[in-house]
């Protein structure tokens, strides 16, 4: 306390008690800082600017007296601390002391002041200060250290629910995945062993030596189909293979949309008569115009297996295909936007959002009896997006699907361009 620069204001309507007091304090505490006042109001603006360390408060005052004003200060919180010393000249008044000590003041002295009591007084109130202020600032440490680990806590609380989450769905999808991929196993075994018995079945028959011409004929047609459908499956297989591993490559280069779309009519258009469907499609440049650069053998791929698997799915009335040029707008560039629409038996909404899943169809019971091995889906969609676009459907059940997917719009030079198809 010695080395501290102590504050001390004096309220008093006498202008001469206060020089008094100013010359005591100086004398006493050299460093001081000693301020004045003769108005109660404008001492207490005084106090609320100076946060002094003692408050030495006459009791009769003109305006407002001395008890007064303690019991303003004492109902600030942001002055309450400060000890407020009372100096009057009425002279062992028990009531004006027990008043005093109501309002809140730390000590009450009669005048004409002691000075050595003055001094001393005024030094415990220092120290009471001191102790108040070291007080406030380490409870506002305190609350400050418990506000900052209570809000690491908190942080701490909410990344570990986060971790948990995460590690419940990890394990959920690894526990699906694990699911899906044992039905697909069985699915795969199930796939293979059909055909191959057909091969096999009907290679063992064609050894008959009483066969016609017709059997032997069908049998032949039976056993190249199901030749088919094991080599389809097996490139299914090594397809969906290199995707998963990351070893399927993109390679673009020139590719012209109407001649992929012709043939991907005339490869799928027996099987779509053999139904009875009527097989269409519109191309929106002209031939010599069509040119993209692409990666020719997935454009086909995803166009084809679209296709094929409306026909699948349908068992009257049409299957329809197509493609658009689709405006860049803001940063979105200009991109081709191909329709795949069928009149088929739809897609339930429940299967929806799971259709181009890998390996879903084996997991789902397929009530319509088609075959397949579920991959031709997943694998067009990874195509699709391997090419920088996007795929997704409507469908309704009962009414047929809407299969839809983009692609970047890039002209082979001396193609169309965006700007020109959309003047023509």
């Not at 803001?330 to 897609?347: E, M, Q, S, Y």
């Not at 019971?365 to 699709?384: F, M, N, P, Q």
């Amino acid at each position: 306390m010695e080395n501290r620069r102590v504050k001390i204001v004096a309220i008093d309507d006498n202008t001469d008690n206060l020089i008094t007091l100013r010359a005591l304090i100086n004398e006493a505490f050299p460093n001081a800082e000693f301020y004045m006042e003769t108005n109660g109001v404008q001492g207490i603006e005084l106090v609320s600017a100076k946060h002094p360390d003692v408050v030495l408060l006459d009791v009769v005052m003109s305006g407002m007296d001395g008890f007064e004003v303690c019991k303003r200060l004492k109902s600030d919180s942001e002055l309450c601390d400060i000890p407020v010393v009372f100096l009057t000249a009425i002279k062992g008044d028990k009531e004006h002391r027990i008043h005093a000590l109501n309002v809140g003041a730390e000590a009450f002295l009669a005048k004409p002041i002691d000075e050595t009591e003055l001094i001393a007084q005024i030094r415990a109130m220092v120290k009471i200060r001191i102790a108040n202020v070291d007080k406030k600032n380490e409870n506002e440490r305190l609350n400050n250290l418990v506000a900052l680990r209570t809000i690491q806590l908190e942080k701490e609380l909410e990344e570990r629910k986060r971790i948990m989450a995460d590690l419940v769905a990890a394990k959920e999808r690894a526990e699906e995945s694990d699911r899906l991929k044992s039905a697909f196993l069985a699915n795969m075994s199930h796939e293979i062993r059909t055909p191959m018995n057909g091969i096999l079945g009907f290679s063992e028959l064609l050894e008959l030596p009483d066969l016609t011409g017709e059997e032997q004929k069908e049998y032949i047609k039976i056993i190249q189909k199901s030749g088919k459908r094991m080599l389809n499956l097996l490139n299914d297989i090594i397809d969906i293979s290199k995707i998963e591993s990351g070893m399927m490559k993109v390679k673009v280069g020139e590719s012209n949309l109407n001649n992929q779309m012709e043939n991907v009519y005339n490869m799928l258009k027996p099987e779509a008569e053999a139904k009875h469907l009527k097989l269409s499609y519109v191309n929106a440049f002209p031939l010599e115009r069509a040119y993209i650069k692409s990666d020719k053998e997935k454009v086909y791929s995803i166009i084809t297996n679209l296709v094929k698997n409306a026909i699948k799915y349908t068992d009257e009335g049409m299957v329809e295909y197509s493609y658009q040029l689709v405006e860049g707008y803001a940063d979105t560039p200009p991109h081709l936007l191909f329709h795949v629409k069928d009149t088929g038996l739809g897609i339930p909404k429940e299967r929806q959002a799971a259709i181009f899943e890998r390996f879903i169809q084996a997991d789902i019971a397929d009530t319509y009896g088609r075959e397949g091995a579920g991959l031709g889906l997943s694998i067009t969609k990874a195509y699709v997006e391997m090419l920088g676009g996007t795929i997704g459907l409507e469908s309704e059940e009962g009414k047929g699907s809407l299969f839809y997917f983009t692609i970047p719009y890039n002209a082979e030079p001396g193609g169309v361009s965006a700007k020109q198809t959309n003047n023509e």
